[in-house]
């Protein structure tokens, strides 16, 4: 299996548990998805090379969506972050050569990996996978 067709099995088990303590992570994971929707959809609809003075509106309305969802996107991983601090999120290192190897991480150790390992975050109550980072595709 090569490296970007072990991202995408990684990535098509990306899901939410029903865990209470991750609870505010999925209402942020959701209103995430939402919002990338609306933006997309301002995208499909608007010319952002060039702009037209009747899409003044539409053009303000994609701006406040888009500050909203960088703003989300910020919240969601200092979540992710305070929940790996409260032990309620582990990261996993993968390995694509050896895929049943896994590795867990501290944040700490993060800095010394390299930069284009493999990661999840998964709950630690029930271990569902929960995100899949690689900094190739970020």
Same mark, same amino acid.
């Given at each position: 299996?090569?490296?970007?067709?072990?991202?995408?099995?990684?990535?098509? %088990?990306? $899901?939410?548990? $029903?865990?209470? @303590?991750?609870?505010?992570?999925? &209402?942020?994971? =959701?209103?995430? %998805? $939402?919002?990338e929707?609306?933006?997309?959809?301002?995208? +499909?609809? !608007? #010319?952002? &090379?060039?702009? @037209? %003075? =009747? #899409?003044?509106?539409?053009?303000?309305?994609?701006? %406040?969506? +888009? =500050?909203?969802?960088? @703003?989300s996107?910020?919240?969601?991983? =200092?979540?992710? *972050?305070?929940?790996?601090?409260?032990?309620?999120?582990?990261?996993?290192?993968?390995?694509? #050569?050896?895929? !049943?190897? *896994?590795?867990?991480?501290?944040?700490?150790?993060?800095?010394?990996?390299? &930069?284009?390992? /493999? /990661? *999840?975050? $998964?709950? +630690?109550?029930? &271990?569902? @996978? /929960?995100?899949?980072?690689?900094?190739?595709? !970020?």
């Amino acid at each position: 299996m090569s490296k970007e067709e072990y991202i995408e099995y990684l990535e098509g %088990k990306n $899901n939410y548990c $029903n865990c209470p @303590q991750l609870t505010f992570l999925v &209402e942020q994971g =959701k209103k995430i %998805k $939402n919002l990338e929707l609306i933006c997309d959809d301002f995208n +499909a609809e !608007l #010319d952002l &090379e060039n702009p @037209q %003075k =009747k #899409d003044l509106d539409k053009l303000l309305d994609y701006r %406040k969506k +888009a =500050k909203e969802l960088n @703003q989300s996107v910020e919240s969601y991983s =200092k979540t992710i *972050t305070s929940l790996i601090n409260k032990r309620d999120l582990v990261l996993v290192l993968h390995d694509y #050569d050896f895929p !049943l190897e *896994t590795i867990q991480l501290s944040l700490s150790s993060l800095s010394r990996i390299p &930069e284009d390992s /493999i /990661i *999840t975050t $998964n709950c +630690a109550h029930c &271990e569902q @996978q /929960i995100e899949s980072f690689c900094e190739d595709y !970020l």
